[in-house]
């Protein structure tokens, strides 16, 4: 009913629209009693916690006292290298030899984690074994490129292969559990954490979510956790956190409960149906409460409504900082707000040992709460097979990336990169240049694995240089490098001999960009622009008037300023890992043709953000003629770089996307019935290449606006010079139906008009319509 105000198609979902109130209110969560708690329920009633290995853990929780229970809720760190009871490890040695202690966290290496597990098993009443976490985040001794750059391939085999290599590594370790992935979606290029994500879209978010939980735990359900080269996962944080206001790290979160189910809420949804094992509660506040407190997010979502058996893990001392954040009093009070909000595991601080004895007694925590908590902590050590296999063969450590590892790597580094500009085919490079040039700070620097690296494989597998990737390329030519400025872009004495080794070859390779340490956590920038005086360094390579070529290595978007328009051609090849610079070399030369995609809008300035593409229209959208209209007046409309851009060194062309039929009842839609789109793509050019064909919907008119695009499907694929084939995506009602602001959840697909489009960015004209009636 274009142009008419719809009805809602309710009969499709149940129930009326109502006006809820949004996530959770403080009042609320601050005089919850114990017998509401929503966890109780969830652990009570069928499905919700009733999963395999409940009768051995039953007999175990009759055996325990409340103090053993209390332990399990414990994870406590580990310093490195020191052994149990060596400096840093005496508080988790000794709770350990007491039988109360559930989990540590960073601690690894065969006989360091065999030792403290004896302790745990050998020496104590129960022998309950110890769960062993650590930020795998995108590698042990292989690291592949940073999250946001896998997301960047548009496909989900990139991530699995990290989480294979990653698990396969750190579980002959003795680690159990990784607190990955990151599925924070977030409009703000400014947070640091923007590098552990899959950039600004939920779609693309939640289908590399969902491999990366299978590849990690196995096939089975997500729950193949015995072998010996799985990892238990771990869904964080939840949730909010990438909508953090200004970017700044741990800060304030303000969502309606539409935009938290619609944008935030998929990713980790996506990560519950594939099985994944635990999920960390996140920093940030959602509408003044919590997350570590906020039973609406962690209670009735999380547990009831999606039903997870898994248990929810505090983030490091996200117990204690309910002190600080105004929402708790103490330590007894943080506690007892903490559990009975839903957090299972409180990391490092250890407010629920030191209070929930007398929390109990008084009725401030019920014991049903306390055992449903330690049930679900006990079902993940059956399933990881520690109570029948709690060693690990030391003498099967992996120690370093294997053959097969590296190949992986840089192959996810080379299929993550994206050619964000080629004027005049300048890339790629000839094999036969005589001479070439390496120049900037990033151009013979190892500091390429990017955020969040494992912390000792910078120091056992350095990341390949692109110099030596270079060089490596083209073994007879002559390759030189020249700093030009430093990481920090303060020193700019060495542009000159830059300069001086531009002039002197054939083509020149500038790479520039961020240090590693500018982005992951707490490390927002104001300015996201290149360093100091790296700007200067291309602006005088320019100037010579020779070929020259940009590699960017970031682990965000960053704001080109004016040297864009002098470069030739731009490559983001982003934090790349272990392989970086082969992989460099790869897409220069030709080797690989890039096919890359950007997962997030790179912004013009600034001073746009936020900028994205899946915005809502205002009543009164850019129009250039019009001043009274959604612009800025000192800056052109739109990003510098939309998201799903990338180009290659072949041209395709997409058709118009096909439906399979023009129109569909919300009634068939509620029984599983698909709309069929199809879209033909072909290769135009002289060479093979990549693409990736890319779905959005746009609902024109909606009792709730909705975004101007969303994401709803892509396809990768492969095609030689000449070649053509069609790709097809079934739409549904997740992708024509939205959630409502009734904080129970309501899920509703209203009749009206939307637009399909399918093309190769977020900037597709091409379109068809569809009438759901």
Known sequence: ??????????????????????????????????????????????????????????????????????????QLPWSWDTGPGGGGTEAATEAARKGQLGSVLSIYGGKSNNALQRIAVEETRLGIPLIYGFDIIHGMWTTFPVPLAQAASFDPKVAAADAEVSAKEARSHGIHWTFAPMMD???????????????????????????????????????DLKAKDRLAACAKHFVGY????????????????SQLRNHYLPPFKAAVDAGCATVMASF???????????????????????????????????????????FAADGSEAARLGLNA?????????????????????????????DDAVRRILRLKYELGLFENPYVDEAAVIQEPTAAARKAARSAAARSMVLLKNDKKALPLA???????????FGDSDDLLGAWAFPFAAKKAPAVTVLAGVKAALPDAKVTYALGVDADGKDTGKIPAAVAAAKAADVTVVVVGEASALSGEAAARADISLPGGQEQLIAAIAATGKPFVVVLVNGRPLTVGDWLASAPAVLEAWHGGTEAGNAVADVLFGKVNPGGKLPVTFPRSAGQIPIYYNHESTGRPYDANNKYTSKYLDLPYGPEFAFGHGLSYTTFETGAPRLSRGSVSARALRGGDTVEVAASVTNTGDRAGDEVVQLYVHDRFASIVQPVRKLRGFRRVTLAAGASTTVRFQLGADDLGFWTNAE????????????????????????????VT
């Open 1 to 74: 009913m274009s142009g008419v105000r719809r009805r809602s198609v309710l009969a499709a979902f149940g129930g009326t629209v109502a006006a809820g109130t949004v996530a959770g209110t403080a009042e609320a969560a601050r005089v919850a009693t114990p017998a509401a708690t929503s966890g109780e329920a969830a652990a009570a009633k069928p499905g919700g916690g009733k999963g395999r290995y409940e009768r051995e853990i039953s007999a175990l929780l009759r055996k325990m006292t409340v103090e053993e229970k209390l332990g399990q809720l414990q």
């Open 744 to 771: 129970d959840g309501r899920f509703v697909v209203e009749a009206g008009d939307f637009d399909i489009y399918a093309g190769t960015s977020s900037e597709a004209t091409a379109k068809a319509a569809l009438k």
């Open 185 to 223: 979606v977030t409009h703000e290029p400014r947070w640091g954490r923007i590098a552990e994500g899959s950039g600004e879209d939920p779609y693309l978010t939640a289908k590399l979510t969902e491999a990366k939980v299978v590849a990690y735990q196995g096939t089975a359900k997500g729950r």
């Open 431 to 441: 094999t036969s240049a005589k001479s070439v040039a390496v120049v900037g700070p």
């Open 242 to 257: 990438g909508g953090a206001e200004g970017g700044r790290d741990y800060n304030t979160v303000v969502v309606s409960e």
């Open 342 to 370: 839903g957090v299972d595991m409180e990391m490092t601080s250890t407010h629920l040992v030191a209070h929930g004895k007398k929390l109990l007694s008084s009725g401030k925590i019920s014991e049903k709460r306390l």
């Open 284 to 326: 940030n506040t959602i509408n003044g409460v919590p997350a570590h407190g906020n039973s609406h997010t962690l209670n009735e979502i999380l547990k009831d409504e999606w039903d997870f058996e898994g248990f929810v893990v505090s983030d490091w001392t996200g117990v204690q900082e309910l002190i600080p954040h105004g």
